[in-house]
C-alpha cells in the first residue's frame, strides 16, 4: 500500500468521530498544514516586568515566554497604557502561535508565544484556571473507543480503539489550536506525498468539560478524563 493510500485510510478512520475539513498543504517538512491553522487565537494573563514578558495561557495553564517581534510593540504599549502595578498580570487576546523557546543554558521557559495581531487588554476579564481545554479526553461510538490528548505545547495524540479488541489501535498526531473562546480545530500530521491535510473542528463545553464534534448530523461527546 502506497502512501497516499494509507493517508485516505487515515481520513476514513477519522471521519467515524468526526465531520472533517480538508486544507492543500504546502509541502512543509514537518507534515502539517500551513496553508491555513498555524496562527491560532489566544487567552491569557500578561505581565511585562524586567524586559520578560509572560503569558499565563488560559487554554492550558502554561507560563509561556511572549516574543519581542511581530505585534509584540504594540501590546506592550497598551498593557503599559492602562498604568499595571509592579508585576501585574492583565488578560490579553490575540492572534499567534507557539513554538519550542531557544534556551541559553537550559535556562527560561520551554515554549514561546509569538503575537501576531493583538485583539485587546481587559482588565475586568480572568481566565478560567479550573476548566481548562488541555487534557485527556474519551467517547464511545460505533464500536469504537477514542482517546484524545491535548497537551499543554498545543500537540496532540488521537487513539481509536477497536472496542472488540483493545490491542488493535491507530494512533494519530499533529497540532492543535483554538479559533476562537471556545472552539479549536485539530491539524493532523500528514505523510510525505499526501495532497491535503486532515482536520477536525471541535467545541469546548465549559460547563460540562467535554469538548463536542459533529459526525453525519449527530452530536459527538469526548468527555475529559484528567488533565
Keep these: 500500500m502506497n502512501k497516499k493510500n494509507v493517508f485516505i485510510n487515515v481520513l476514513i478512520a477519522s471521519c467515524i468521530l468526526f465531520y ?18 498555524t496562527v491560532f487565537y489566544f487567552s491569557g494573563m ?12 488560559c487554554a492550558t ?8 517581534e511581530r505585534d509584540y510593540l504594540r501590546a506592550e504599549r497598551e498593557y503599559n497604557s492602562l498604568e499595571p502595578y509592579q508585576g501585574e498580570y ?6 499567534g502561535n507557539v513554538s519550542e523557546s531557544i534556551l541559553e543554558n537550559g535556562e527560561g521557559l520551554p515554549y514561546t508565544v509569538k503575537i501576531d495581531s493583538l485583539i485587546e487588554f481587559d482588565r475586568d476579564k480572568n481566565c478560567d484556571f479550573e476548566n481548562l481545554i488541555a487534557g485527556v479526553y474519551e467517547t464511545d461510538m460505533n ?6 490528548r491535548l497537551t499543554g505545547n498545543y500537540e496532540f495524540i488521537h487513539t ?3 472496542t472488540g479488541n483493545e490491542s488493535k489501535a491507530d494512533i494519530y498526531t499533529g497540532r492543535w489550536g483554538r479559533i476562537s473562546d471556545k472552539e479549536l480545530v485539530l491539524v493532523y500530521e500528514m505523510l510525505d506525498g ?3 491535510a486532515a482536520k477536525q473542528h471541535l467545541t469546548f463545553d465549559r460547563v460540562n468539560d467535554v469538548l463536542l464534534g459533529i459526525e453525519e448530523g449527530s ?8 488533565l
Design 20 to 37: 472533517i475539513s480538508c486544507g492543500r498543504s504546502t509541502g512543509n517538512r514537518t507534515g502539517i498544514d500551513t496553508s491555513a491553522d
Design 46 to 57: 500578561f505581565m511585562y516586568f524586567a524586559d520578560a514578558p509572560v503569558l499565563r495561557d
Design 61 to 68: 495553564g502554561f507560563t509561556l515566554s511572549v516574543a519581542m
Design 90 to 95: 492583565i488578560y490579553v487576546e490575540f492572534m
Design 143 to 148: 464500536k469504537m473507543r477514542s482517546n484524545l
Design 160 to 162: 481509536v480503539f477497536d
Design 194 to 196: 499526501a495532497e491535503h
Design 219 to 226: 452530536t459527538v461527546v469526548f468527555k475529559k478524563v484528567y
